[in-house]
């Protein structure tokens, strides 16, 4: 009974968390809980490729705008439904992950970090560049949060909405963490040539995890889009995904849990250093190197060196 | 018809040579240290913006280079002797990451520095004349820069391949632990291959300067066509990389012309092409 009160301990206490902030009444400290909550699954999703495969991606902008997009093109010209724009969104940004996942990780990894970034600026051209259909730098605005079932006009209603997508994807992510398939994907990252001895293919390997990153990447832009009712092409801008990338090794990538650390101490220096917004990719700079240098765990690696014990 | 082939074939070798200064740094560093430079286009762009703040306190076109070319080439060996140096031993993802880091630390800071709006400087006035050729004239300044890349291209040929200097270069690029066990201090190897493609990045911002505007954001689409260019020649092989540029810059100079819409999509449907047939480049070993 105790073990398995310890392996959702995690799920638990944020889910604690989560619901207290609702009793605070307090809007904006809701809102901050919804970005956090979202960057989570973001972060979480990006941390498959970053912490199991050890690859660097700088498509994860794509993925995440194509979950916004994908619910802002849905709801502005075919039906103003919220549930069929979202659930659009996630499966548009899983094809676009398999497509890029199918041109870029055949061959050779190094390649992966360039062409990511690669696809992650052509998404962003088209979204600027196609003005009739996408808006052009506008974006599209009035996306509707509401549903034939359900709707949630306030940011208090739409954080449960939020708040359960978020606790759907920690115990689908956790279950691949646990299971035989996240096993796999840390093999993979470990040591390629012993996992193609043992007679699996990394390529198929590697794609699978771009899907399920992609989705739920995915899943994260869907969400934001509709936190904002509007989406912009600074969603697809490259830099994005340096964020789930700053999250991740902020918390220590080597950890399940990390990513999710790594958000919430993100989340609040953004919301504590609003003033350094001009130069926020200088801060991030800045911090990337300092982790790299410095501390390679991140802040649970700091920890488990500090007290000798796993988190 | 003719008239028309012609001028865009110079404006597409103009364009395939300013790639190639940018490429051809990025390439040489990859093959020899197996880094990624991601702030390989951030260091272009940051010696555009010296040269134009050398220019505005020398009005010298001609030492606001040569001092940006240096800068730039200093700036990459600070970069990899304090930051890439003490990750070389461990997995290749924490060089990449770290090189990533100096891009948005190079980003932000020149934006800083120098503003956000696109800036340029004035062509001196030995190099703004305009020749006629087939009945049109061409900026000078075109041949100058197709000139230089055909020289910087023998000049990396010659290196590489004629001096004992580039037998160094390449047995490290060949295997690094043999060369090691020959006595070949790889460590100054790298230095010295980081030196020469940040002096490359260097020179090509500084002088394209003067033709086309400097902007934050820049960089990160210069990135992109590099690497395209890159990929594209198969990962390291550095003469290969001229061919793709060439190949890069007139396409889209021929396109731009017939089907204008297209520009941006254009590189990417070579690229995609190219690494469907070919997932190991046009020039690369399988």
Redesign the interface.
């Known amino acids: 009974m105790g073990a398995v009160w310890r392996k959702i301990a995690d799920l638990l206490a944020i889910t604690f968390i989560a619901v207290g902030v609702t009793l605070t009444f307090d809007t904006f400290l809701i809102y901050l809980t919804t970005l956090f909550l979202i960057f989570t699954i973001f972060a979480l999703s990006y941390n498959i490729i970053?912490g199991y495969l050890?690859?660097?991606s700088?498509g994860h902008s794509l993925f995440f705008a194509a979950g916004a997009y994908g619910v802002a093109l849905f709801a502005s010209w075919v039906i103003p439904d919220m549930l069929l724009s979202f659930l659009f969104g996630i499966v548009l940004a899983a094809v676009l992950a398999l497509i890029v996942g199918y041109?870029?990780l055949?061959?050779?990894q190094?390649?992966f970090?360039?062409?990511t970034?690669?696809?992650a600026?052509?998404f962003y051209?088209?979204l600027v560049?196609w003005r009739d259909i996408t808006g052009g730098s506008d974006g599209i605005s009035g996306i509707p949060r509401v549903s034939t079932l359900f709707s949630f006009p306030t940011t208090e209603t739409y954080y449960m909405f939020v708040l359960g997508c978020f606790i759907i994807s920690f115990i689908i992510l956790k279950l691949i963490d646990v299971s035989f398939i996240g096993l796999i994907f840390r093999a993979l990252g470990d040591n390629e040539s012993r996992f193609k001895f043992l007679g699996y293919n990394p390529v198929k390997y590697r794609i699978l995890a771009l899907v399920v990153s992609g989705t739920f990447s995915g899943l994260a832009g869907a969400l934001y889009a509709l936190l904002y009712r509007a989406v912009t092409p600074d969603v697809a801008y490259?830099?994005v995904a340096?964020e789930p990338?700053v999250m991740s090794?902020l918390g220590g990538s080597a950890y399940f849990m990390g990513p999710v650390i790594g958000a919430a101490v993100f989340v609040g220096l953004t919301t504590a250093t609003a003033r350094l917004a001009?130069?926020?990719?200088?801060v991030?700079?800045?911090i990337?190197?300092a982790l790299?240098?410095g501390a390679?765990g991140g802040i649970l690696g700091v920890m488990e060196r500090l007290w000798r014990k796993r988190f | 018809m003719l008239e028309l082939l012609i001028h865009q074939i110079l404006a597409g070798l103009f364009r395939a040579s300013y790639y190639w200064l940018i490429a051809s740094g990025l390439t040489l560093i990859f093959g020899v240290t197996r880094v990624i430079n991601f702030a390989h286009a951030a260091f272009f762009v940051l010696g555009g913006y010296i040269a134009l703040t050398i220019d505005s306190l020398t009005g010298n076109f001609w030492i606001a280079v040569a001092v940006a070319t240096l800068t730039i080439g200093c700036i990459g060996v600070a970069v990899e002797m304090g930051l890439i140096k003490p990750l070389y031993k461990i997995e290749s993802l924490y060089q990449l990451l770290i090189t990533f880091a100096v891009t948005l630390i190079v980003n932000d800071a020149s934006k800083l520095i120098w503003g956000a709006a696109s800036r340029s400087m004035k062509l001196p006035t030995e190099l703004a004349i305009s020749v006629k050729l087939a009945g049109r004239s061409y900026p000078l300044f075109y041949f100058f820069v197709i000139t230089i890349a055909i020289i910087v291209f023998i000049a990396l040929y010659i290196a590489l391949e004629k001096t004992f200097w580039g037998l160094k270069v390449k047995s490290t690029w060949r295997d690094v632990t043999m060369a090691q066990a020959l006595r070949i201090n790889t460590g100054r190897v790298y230095t010295t291959t980081f030196f020469i493609g940040s002096l490359l990045a260097g020179f090509g911002g500084a002088s394209m300067v003067a033709f086309t505007p400097v902007a934050p954001g820049l960089g990160d689409s210069l990135i992109v066509t590099a690497f395209v260019i890159v990929v594209l020649a198969g990962l390291g092989n550095l003469f290969g990389a001229y061919v793709s540029s060439i190949i890069i810059g007139i396409a889209e100079s021929m396109f731009l012309l017939f089907i204008p819409e297209l520009d941006i999509l254009l590189i990417f449907v070579i690229m995609a092409a190219v690494l469907l047939v070919r997932p190991w480049g046009l020039f690369g070993e399988r």
Do not use: C, D, P
């Open positions: 970053l050890k690859l660097v700088f041109i870029t055949r061959h050779s190094i390649y970090a360039m062409l970034l690669a696809f600026m052509l051209a088209l560049k490259w830099t340096a990338l090794l001009e130069i926020w990719q200088l991030m700079g800045l990337i190197a790299l240098l390679r």
